[in-house]
């Protein structure tokens, strides 16, 4: 659980796979892109931080968080990847539209991960406000993003090496 101003998205690079021979697609949401441009920049940071190059690193937008699944599973048929990244955010309103997004985004994802071959990192922040969200985006909470980059470098390795 996260405490107030504890920055989670440090890692130590020197016991992460280098990353320079993974191919990652990173599927970014537009709606609140002040938030998702940030998470991916997290992303893409880490990736290159850990030596993936930057030719292999490809991202398509999509319009909003329930887009993601169908663009995941798009980029691992136009390209050919190791992992997959999904970024979006949904903050909670008035109605009853942020949990049929976030439960329908939720089971999608894990679906593709269920179905198919090629691992799919979840990064859809779920938020009750909009500053919860920019404390996850780059914020005191750190990037999420950047927790992304890392899992998706952990199970790019799992999926070529089995362990």
């Known amino acids: 659980m996260a405490t107030a101003n504890k920055n989670l998205s440090n890692y130590d690079k020197n016991t992460i796979q280098n990353a320079k021979d993974f191919r990652f697609g990173i599927v970014v949401s537009e709606w609140n892109d002040h938030i998702t441009n940030g998470l991916y920049s997290g992303a893409e940071a880490a990736l290159l931080d850990c030596g993936a190059l930057p030719e292999n690193i490809i991202r398509w937008n999509v319009p909003g968080s329930f887009e993601l699944i169908y663009g995941a599973s798009r980029i691992t048929q136009k390209h050919e990847l190791d992992v997959v990244i999904t970024i979006g955010c949904v903050i909670k309103g008035e109605t009853m539209h942020f949990e049929f997004v976030c439960e ?13 071959d090629v691992p799919v990192i979840f990064c859809l922040l779920t938020d009750n406000n909009e500053q919860q969200s920019i404390d996850r985006s780059g914020g ?14 952990k199970m790019a390795h799992l999926k070529r090496t089995g362990e």
């Open 104 to 116: 329908g985004v939720t089971q999608g994802i894990k679906d593709l991960n269920v179905k198919g």
């Open 140 to 153: 005191i909470h750190g990037n999420k993003g950047t927790e992304a980059a890392i899992a998706a470098i």
